[in-house]
Structures are given as C-alpha cells and as structure tokens.
C-alpha cells in the first residue's frame, strides 16, 4: 500500500517542488500551482490530470479513480485512493502530475538524468 510518506520521499526529489500544509491538508506545489493533495485522513490523493482524460480514467478503474469534488471540476484534477495503487503507478501518476506544471524544459531534464520513473 502506498502512503502520504512514499510520495513525499518522491515529490520532494523532484526539481521546484515543495510541501505545503493548507487548511490541515498536505499539498504538493510548483511556485503557487498546488499538483498534488491529500485529503484530511491522507487516504486520497488528488492530482494534477488532464480534463479531457479523466473520465475514461475514472471509468476505467472505478473503485481506484474518483472525480474530482464539484468546486475542482473546471481544473485539471483527479483523485486515487493510495490503498488501490502500488509503487510504480503512485510514481507515474506523481511525475505525470508535476510535468504537467513544471516548465517543459525542466521536466525534460530530470527526466533523461534519472531515467524512466520505475528506476527511482
């Protein structure tokens, strides 16, 4: 199972990201963009995803995506529940969230310097 700790140990690693803690909730940023949250209890978190994706996302896998919560419709946001991933899908959708709101060229780099996400 994967916990608020695993994706800690990953997204401070990456390039511009920091933690943040906003109304009793962990929050993941690049400069003021939020790419990752966490709920109260720390078992969902939601991530920064495409708008025109996330329904087949969700329909997808149901009982591991959610949509997001009705005042997060108009961003480019999804949620999983950290119990229903595994290792390797919580670094891809972690990477995949923070590319999304980093400079390309940034992204880039850290990209070719530490290889595909299964390597970390």
């Not at 978190?45 to 149901?62: C, I, N, T, W, Y």
């Not at 390797?88 to 992204?107: C, G, H, N, Q």
Request: hydrophobic share 50%.
């Amino acid at each position: 199972m994967v916990t608020i700790e695993d994706v800690r140990l990953l997204a401070l690693r990456l390039p511009r990201s920091y933690e943040a803690l906003v109304r009793d909730r962990v929050k993941f940023r690049v400069g003021r963009i939020v790419y990752l949250a966490f709920s109260r209890d720390e078992a969902v978190m939601g991530f920064a995803f495409p708008k025109d994706e996330r329904v087949a996302l969700v329909e997808s896998a149901p009982t591991k995506f959610l949509m997001p919560c009705q005042s997060d419709l108009r961003y480019n946001w999804v949620r999983v529940r950290l119990d229903a991933i595994d290792q390797p899908e919580m670094r891809e959708l972690v990477i995949d969230a923070w590319t999304m709101v980093v400079p390309k060229s940034v992204a880039a780099a850290f990209l070719m310097s530490r290889g595909p996400p299964e390597s970390d």
